[in-house]
């Protein structure tokens, strides 16, 4: 009797179950609309128009995978991999290193914390293109800060040069800006993390022998794993897909978004390339927000 109504109460719904669930599909409902709009008609329209010629007066010619063949063999295409790349593995790295070390300093409470964390987070909060234009002063060959610094001030450089008009270097000025940007998040989320951790973890592991390093190792870093790993996965996903950081500060970083925004709208324009290319950046995107949610969030 006790498994006949176990199994009954799992398998069937009370007329009250169903009333509440068809209730609360009803409150879901716009907004389920709305995301369909405004998220899936976008993406299903970008894979339609990945298969066709698309002309400037709107005209379309269906070419089949011919997109896709035309970008596998564009070297530019394969320069804006490695571009990416670089600024993905430089920009996480970097984030997650310098918010944890930050967090690490921080997290004893002090006088004046919390104005400290303020200024932290100000670089996060501040508008982009006002940023950005301060970071173009900065780097300017001919006034800027950084040039007088290390031509005149210590002269470790010989003459002066344009690091954001050459891409080798503009590359890792996008990734400074970059890590400056967006540290405080990390930090933040770190931060949080770890100031819960119990000190009697620390004390049980300091009376086993372990130094600060030991502690770090053994007691630190297994309890930040969760925030560590959200930090890592979801930087990648947001660089990837970053554009407006990259493009306002140096427009010759190609990364992905960049070469696809340059075959969309400028030179030469064919947005079935462009279209092309950004459902292999929306597969890898779905590779990693699944991996995130599957490995990290254990959904």
């Keep these: 009797m006790i498994g006949v109504s176990i199994q009954s109460t799992g398998e069937y719904m009370t007329p009250l179950e169903k009333a509440e669930a068809r209730f609360g599909w009803k409150l879901v409902a716009p907004t389920i609309l709305i995301l369909s709009l405004l998220i899936l008609y976008p993406l299903t329209y970008n894979v339609y128009l990945s298969f066709f010629d698309v002309q400037l007066n709107g005209s379309k010619t269906f070419v089949g995978f011919e997109n896709y063949l035309k970008l596998v063999s564009n070297p530019d295409y394969y320069a804006a991999i490695w571009t990416t790349t670089l600024y993905l593995f430089g920009t996480v790295v970097g984030t997650t290193l310098l918010g ?96 819960s951790i119990s ?55 190609e990364t992905l978004p960049i070469f696809t925004y340059y075959q969309a709208f400028t030179g030469v324009i064919d947005q079935g390339l462009a279209a092309a290319t950004s459902v292999i950046q929306l597969a890898v995107l779905s590779v990693f927000i699944w991996f995130y949610i599957k490995k990290v969030m254990k959904w």
């Design 100 to 195: 944890l070390a930050m967090a690490l300093l921080l997290r004893d409470p002090f006088k004046g914390r919390g104005l400290v964390n303020a200024a932290i987070m100000l670089p996060y909060v501040a508008p982009v293109i006002s940023v950005v234009f301060g970071w173009q002063f900065l780097f300017d060959p001919i006034s800027g800060v950084v040039n007088y610094l290390f031509v005149d001030v210590l002269p470790i450089w010989s003459e002066r040069s344009n690091l954001i008009g050459d891409p080798d270097s503009a590359l890792w000025v996008v990734v400074i800006f970059d890590v400056w940007k967006h540290a405080p998040i990390a930090y933040l989320l770190i931060l949080s993390k770890l100031v």
């Design 199 to 253: 000190s009697e973890q620390y004390e049980a592991a300091a009376i086993d022998g372990y130094g600060p390093i030991g502690r770090f190792f053994h007691v630190t870093l297994p309890e930040l794993y969760f925030v560590l790993a959200t930090v890592v996965l979801l930087r990648l996903i947001w660089n990837l897909n970053r554009f407006e950081d990259v493009y306002l500060l140096a427009p010759n970083v």
